[in-house]
């Protein structure tokens, strides 16, 4: 079955550390994204990426990074750069911008603890 | 740019009652609208949709109408029950992004 990856569910970070997130789709999507939700805010996007070897920022970036080699693949790093990054990372993908009646499908989530 | 609103939550029903979560939204050209479910620690499954405008969509007992002279996409439906317990997001999809609103917790009693 097609579908979205993103392991792990948890994932713990010391203070300082670098850690990164993987997202693997099969759905052929040539479109993927990367949000943050906080208790009470909603989704907010980090990153997206429109085709391989190309990302764009979204609101809040600073502190994160993103590669797309792959089509399949868009994992997220999350650096110490990023002073609260203690939150439930989703990622998402879409066949592409020109299908704009086509909704997003999401993987299950990594909820990332600083300990 | 491109924005959602969502009733604010938590809101509480007893099992049977009508739902309403309102969702209004700004947007330039003709968005897709969604209604997104999350239940406790899992990643966003799709509702229902809509295309265009007067478009209704529905699934598992829930509906919204596309309402380009309100700009509102509210879902409804007419007796919850308590497995509908979750976060909804209503969401568009305009351009590049995926915009959603932040969300409101529907808890259903028995």
């Known amino acids: 079955d097609g579908g979205i990856t993103q392991s792990p569910k948890y994932l713990f970070r010391k203070e300082g550390q670098n850690v990164t997130l993987s997202c693997e789709q099969n759905l052929n999507h040539d479109a993927m994204y990367w949000y943050r939700q906080d208790p009470g805010q909603g989704l907010r996007l980090i990153y997206y990426?429109?085709?391989?070897?190309?990302?764009q920022k979204g609101d809040i970036a600073e502190g994160y990074s993103v590669s797309r080699e792959k089509k399949e693949s868009f994992p997220l790093t999350v650096t110490s750069a990023q002073k609260n990054p203690t939150a439930f990372y989703l990622c998402?993908?879409?066949?592409?911008?020109?299908?704009?009646?086509?909704?997003?499908?999401f993987g299950q989530g990594t909820r990332l603890t600083v300990v | 740019g491109d924005s959602v609103t969502q009733m604010e939550g938590p809101v509480t029903l007893s099992e049977e009652a009508f739902l309403t979560i309102n969702c209004t939204y700004t947007a330039t050209g003709y968005p897709s609208l969604f209604w997104y479910v999350q239940y406790p620690g899992e990643g966003l499954q799709l509702l229902l949709k809509a295309t265009k405008a007067d478009d209704k969509g529905s699934n598992k007992g829930f509906e919204a109408t596309y309402r380009k002279e309100t700009t509102s996409f509210h879902l409804e439906k007419g007796s919850v029950q308590v497995s509908d317990s979750a976060v909804y997001f209503c969401a568009l999809r305009g351009g590049n992004k995926l915009v959603f609103g932040a969300g409101t917790i529907l808890r259903v009693k028995s």
């Open positions: 998402a993908s879409t066949p592409g911008i020109g299908l704009m009646n086509t909704e997003a499908f």
């Open positions: 990426s429109q085709i391989v070897n190309d990302f």
